[in-house]
């Protein structure tokens, strides 16, 4: 008590400031502040403009706010805003299949279609797809998968930028091809919103524009997965006895690797335990190509009422041979998409429908300048 009343006549505070007077103590602590708090904003503006310019780029283009507060919906429901992660495939489909079972969204979910590059490098279609996804930014979401040697460099304002996945080695007609379509599904279903999941390479093409793609694929009552039940060598041929009573010759599917499903088709392709190893173990090259089977069958089995059983991508087999054809700068004219675009027939939602396909495949880097010419006209792009 006696000490605090007598601090300020304390001979040794005294000492401590001999002549100066409290208030101008006062000032330099402040400017000193002043100088601090200048120097840390000038330092993370630079930093800002050298180091995080692409999250801020980022966040602006998704359209996702800055900060949100733990423990409400939004935190829950949020995409994840780095895809890279480190959980191996284990893990991720592990997490990748945590469905929520109330479908009645207690906030407002617009769903989204995943587009899924499978790649083995660059894209070299990037451009026409860049035009395409213009203006529709709520409505999609981008996922790569390529090569792990593959470093790719898209600059910050095209819709590739940082939408690359933790990739692996993907062998056409081997397990590691059904791996890399499993592991983009997974990671595109870490994102709430993704409704549709659409499977493409660096050689395909949109044939429509993005408004009528999502209405075709949004309105229909079926996944496009092509899946039909062929005779011959190349079909019932490539099923085993060693696959039964898992899959039965009945059940045993053909079709393209290239297909568009809905969320509840993605999740069972991702938990599926059951009909890979059976796969993995009795479909193997140079006989059976596990990409035309695996999906096709093991969906036919547990889903078959949600198959259109055919796909969404336009491809030449009619050139004969193990591949389709390619096409070129010179097969870019208008009567080729004529062709693709008129003269077909197919079912959508059970009636008869002219609109069959809303992909193309296979295209060559140098068939880019003249689809970027011919987009416009034939295909409203
Ligand atoms: C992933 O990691 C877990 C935990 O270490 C391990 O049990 C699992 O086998 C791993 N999976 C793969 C595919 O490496
Ligand atoms: C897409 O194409 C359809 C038919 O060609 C057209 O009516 C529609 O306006 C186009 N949408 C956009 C956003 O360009
Ligand atoms: C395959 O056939 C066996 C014997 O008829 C049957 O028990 C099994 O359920 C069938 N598997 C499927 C997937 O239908
Ligand atoms: C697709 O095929 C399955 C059987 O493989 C069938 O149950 C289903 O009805 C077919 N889908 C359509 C749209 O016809």
Redesign the pocket.
Known sequence: MISRLEEGKDPSAARISPSRPFPVRLLQFFLLFLVIGIGASFLSMHTIRHFGIHNVALMQSTFRPCFQTPGTIESLIMPPVNLMHKM????LFWRASFETRIKDYPFRRVPKIAFMFLTKGPLPMAPLWERFFKGHEQLYSIYVHSLPSYTPDFPPSSVFHRRQIPSQVAEWGMMSMCDAERRLLANALLDISNEWFILLSESCIPLQNFSIIYRYISRSRYSFMGAVDEPGPYGRGRYEENMAPEINMSDWRKGSQWFEIKRELAIRIVEDGTYYPKLRDFCLPHKCYVDEHYFQTMLTITMPHLLANRSLTYVDWSRGGAHPATFGKDDIKEDFFRRILEDQTCIYNDQTSSLCFLFARKFAPSALEPLLDIAPKVLGI
Do not use: F, L, S
């Open positions: 191996n495939d284990t893990e």
